[in-house]
Structures are given as structure tokens and as C-alpha cells.
């Protein structure tokens, strides 16, 4: 039985238990037991979601470096402008994928990004990843559904779980 099964399962049983049956008194449940099978299957599906993306990459050849959060990036084309700083909005050209290769989102079809850096409205990892760059790079992120958009993905093209990849240029601080 795969991890997403096993956390869908118990997810389940905590939400029928925890409901209140017809006016009936609640029962007390002891939720230390489906805590350590929750954490086992999250921490199963990171390490899937890790092997796919390891997988990705040794199949374009693409050499990235890793933070500690997990946000892999590249930047294969350095620029010499200012640099991306916390408060300041960012502007970029952008093309985003699934791991499948599906573009779901791009700066062609959609426009151009604008953010200001630090104040949210954006997956985590874009506001991490941004801040390794200045005004004129070109950069490969590769974020991970935890620091995109988890469990629920965008409600509109972002699955649920997804792994993003963005192929981005820094093209403005304001």
C-alpha cells in the first residue's frame, strides 16, 4: 500500500471519529496512535517526491545546488544588475512546468510576475529562490510540493502534491 494511501486512510478515520455522532456525546481520542503512522507516511512521500525529482534531473543532465530547504536551483546565466532584497518588488519573465512536462503557467501567456519579495502571494520557494538572484539572471528552480503549493495545489492548473519547475529571468528591483 503506497504512503499516500496510508495518510489518506488515516486522515479519514481522524475526521470520522473526530465528528460528533447525531448529538451524542464525543469520545475522547488518543491521537498518539496514528501520530507516528502519519509522520512514517509523510516522510515517505517527501522521499518519493525527492527520488522523482533526483529522477528529473539526471535525466536532462541539469546540475543544481540544494538548499536547505529543499529548493533546488541553477542559475545558468549570470546578470550584473541589482540584487533581489526583501521589500523590494521583484519583476520576471517566467515559465512554469510539472515534472510530466506540462507548461501550466508563463509570462507569454500570463505576463510578467511582479512581487514584493517577503510579503507572500507567491509559492515559498519562488520568494527563496529569488533571493539568490540579481537583476539579469536566468535560473531553473525546482520546487517542491512543500514549498509550492502542498497538499491542496493551486485549485486551478497546480495538482495537488506538485513538484514546480520554473525557468525564470530576473528582468526588474523596483
Known sequence: MNCTRIAVILSSALIL???NGGGKQQESINTEEYEEPLIYANKQAVQFENEQIEKFINRYHWQMKETGSGLRYSIYFKGSGQVAQPGKLAVMKYNVRLLDGKEIYSS??????????G????????EEGILLLRVGDRAKFIIPSHLGFGLLGDQDKVP???TLIYDLELVAIK
Do not use: A, D, Q, T
Open 17 to 19: 471519529f473526530s465528528c
Open 108 to 117: 507569454e501567456k500570463n505576463g510578467l510576475k511582479e512581487f514584493i519579495i
Open 119 to 126: 510579503h507572500g502571494g507567491v509559492e515559498s520557494g519562488l
Open 160 to 162: 495537488p502534491k506538485s
